[in-house]
């Protein structure tokens, strides 16, 4: 999955790029100056011109800070995109030198209460700061999905009384389980997944930085490790790095602790040759490792997404899965269920095309 001309192609368009935006993106610092700093926060960036991917959305963050003229602003997306990260790049550029008084940051998923929104963020929208003209206070809340219907009620009338003086910028994975009311008080922006390039071009700026060693394929293996999540790719490097020294495609799995993507085609690479026997093998060998049925389905799903195999096979491939997927999902044998899919996967390739 991680070989071939597409790593190739991949890696050529990420070092390009890695070329362009190093001098905005990488802090100068001496490397493992602190070794206890996580990656994520040492390389997070801190102005709205270094934030990699979502340009479209991230240039209306960049216009709202040079006009000063900010609604509340809702940031919806996957999980390691840049939503609360962009949010503070825009109360820096905002606010400048009276950030850390002026700025309220809380986690929405462990102060998720009516107490919260009642207390603290009412206090903080009545507190007095010295502003420069035309700049307001900010609430930031992560994770605003997680907050129960009575609290986004309340938060909606504190977001009406205070809105001269207070800003408000929610962070979320679901923009539908913010509440209508909040929605239609504030600019709603969504965020998408980083594309592979993107991703390997942040990893060869911090591998360089950090002086890691690593191996083509080791990096292609955080990429496709991190599915588009810049937290998960920068932790799953540091932690690679850290504990073996060397960034190859062998430790990373290892400290992913994921199913071996290579096992896992060549499972699929056994149904498409009706080879029955071997799949179970490789799939005892998988469940013998202790991963779960949903660990070997996840990967089993990306493994036949990306495969080389006929449009008609990857379409009934893919419907198997599903299916077998929500069985386990209801609570049925796991280990049973995964030795049938094998057996109607290959009992596809055994039918004679119509």
């Not at 810049?230 to 490097?237: E, F, G, K």
């Not at 077998?324 to 596809?348: D, S, W």
Request: charge should be neutral.
């Amino acid at each position: 999955p991680f070989n071939g001309p597409y790593l190739t192609r991949c890696m050529a368009m990420a070092v390009e790029m890695a070329m362009d935006v190093s001098r905005n993106i990488l802090k100068e610092a001496p490397s493992f100056a602190n070794p206890d700093v996580p990656w994520i926060e040492k390389y997070r960036p801190t102005l709205l011109s270094e934030i990699v991917g979502n340009e479209a959305t991230v240039q209306r963050l960049e216009s709202f800070s040079h006009t000063g003229n900010v609604p509340h602003i809702i940031i919806a997306g996957p999980p390691g995109c840049g939503k609360t990260t962009s949010i503070l790049c825009l109360a820096r550029a905002l606010l400048g030198d009276s950030y850390r008084e002026a700025v309220l940051e809380l986690n929405a998923s462990n102060d998720r209460g009516i107490d919260v929104v009642r207390n603290r963020i009412k206090m903080f929208a009545q507190k007095k700061v010295t502003l420069p003209p035309g700049r307001q206070k900010f609430v930031i809340l992560d994770e605003a999905d997680s907050m129960t219907e009575g609290a986004q009620q309340a938060l909606r009338r504190t977001m009406e009384i205070f809105s001269r003086t207070t800003r408000f910028a929610l962070a979320c994975n679901d923009s539908s389980k913010i509440i209508e009311p909040i929605q239609s008080r504030c600019a709603v922006l969504r965020y998408a997944k980083l594309s592979p390039v993107q991703l390997m071009a942040r990893l060869l700026q911090v591998a360089k930085a950090e002086d890691v060693q690593y191996t083509d394929e080791g990096l292609e293996a955080v990429v496709f490790t991190a599915e588009g999540d810049m937290r998960q790719a920068l932790n799953n490097l540091q932690s690679t790095y850290q504990g073996f020294g060397m960034v190859t495609s062998e430790n990373v799995f290892k400290v992913c602790d994921e199913p071996h993507p290579l096992l896992v085609q060549q499972m699929v690479d056994h149904c498409l040759q009706n080879d029955l026997s071997a799949a179970n093998k490789v799939l005892q060998h998988l469940w013998n490792l202790g991963y779960s049925a949903e660990d070997i389905f996840s990967m089993l799903f990306r493994i036949v997404k990306n495969h080389q195999m006929d449009e008609y096979l990857k379409l009934e491939y893919i419907k198997e899965v599903g299916l077998i997927h929500l069985r386990i999902a209801e609570g049925l044998g796991t280990l049973l269920q995964l030795a049938g899919l094998l057996a109607r996967l290959c009992k596809i390739i055994s039918k004679p095309e119509k």
